[in-house]
């Protein structure tokens, strides 16, 4: 355990200081700042709009008319800025050499891929905390109810942690951080579109194999205020699954 947060809390450090993470950051806030400040400028016409025409009753839901856009828009973003995130964890240590450091010292590939993959978890967090600023700050100019924003946030946190998985993955495979990030996309638009076949299959027992493993299906049923437990168990499985194929990846190296 103490090897893992060695590892977590090095690898978490290098990301957070480097001069990609704040790009990402910034280009990120500046393409956050502008979609929603313009929701939330249309949201406020329409809702003035309804309100007057007929009455409160006719008001505007915050949640899915302002919340569940921009959580859609940062998820979009991190398909992309993710494995710009993760590249490095692996995929640049076998370019500078540092990573046969870690193949020959006293740890295993476990605690290497888990270390990993917790910093890379790190990291994105710290990048979801910058998205989640500005519905905080939607509270100081209108009542809400939280909870279906938490319930938002976390099935943000738990595909975000997907795609830090994956990328750790792509990151293992190559010495090449652009390689690393090509194929980080590309795990990410797999996991996407799996399951977007479903509605063209005539049989009951494919469509719902299908649309389990659509994780775009598990990450709405939380934009609508669900908290499933099969949802995490499928986002923890997909977490699980990239993590230990990283650990045979790691372990593959240390015998090369």
């Not at 947060?5 to 990609?20: C, E, G, N, Q, Y």
Request: charged share 10%; net charge positive.
């Amino acid at each position: 355990m103490r090897a893992i947060t060695t590892i977590a809390w090095k690898d978490f450090r290098l990301m957070v200081t480097s001069p990609m993470f704040f790009m990402i950051a910034g280009l990120c806030s500046v393409i956050w700042s502008y979609s929603y400040l313009r929701n939330l400028v249309m949201f406020a016409q329409r809702s003035s709009q309804m309100a007057g025409a007929h009455g409160m009753q006719g008001s505007m839901n915050i949640h899915f008319s302002l919340f569940v856009q921009h959580i859609s828009y940062v998820n979009i973003i991190f398909i992309f800025a993710i494995p710009a995130l993760t590249m490095r964890l692996i995929a640049e240590e076998k370019k500078l050499s540092t990573f046969n450091l870690l193949l020959t010292s006293p740890i295993t590939a476990t605690d290497i891929a888990v270390g990993k993959f917790l910093a890379g978890f790190g990291g994105a967090m710290a990048l979801m905390a910058v998205a989640l600023l500005y519905p905080l700050a939607t509270t100081f100019i209108s009542d809400f109810p939280v909870g279906p924003l938490v319930t938002s946030f976390t099935g943000l946190a738990l595909m975000t942690g997907a795609y830090v998985a994956a990328g750790l993955f792509a990151s293992s495979l190559t010495q090449s951080v652009v390689l690393s990030v090509v194929m980080g996309v590309i795990f990410n638009l797999i996991m996407w579109f799996l399951g977007q076949g479903s509605d063209m299959s005539d049989n009951a027992t494919v469509m719902a194999v299908l649309e389990h493993l659509s994780i775009g299906q598990h990450f709405f049923s939380f934009l609508k205020g669900g908290f499933r437990v099969s949802s995490i168990v499928f986002f923890v499985s997909v977490i699980g699954l990239f993590v230990f194929l990283t650990q045979r990846v790691v372990e593959a190296s240390r015998w090369r």
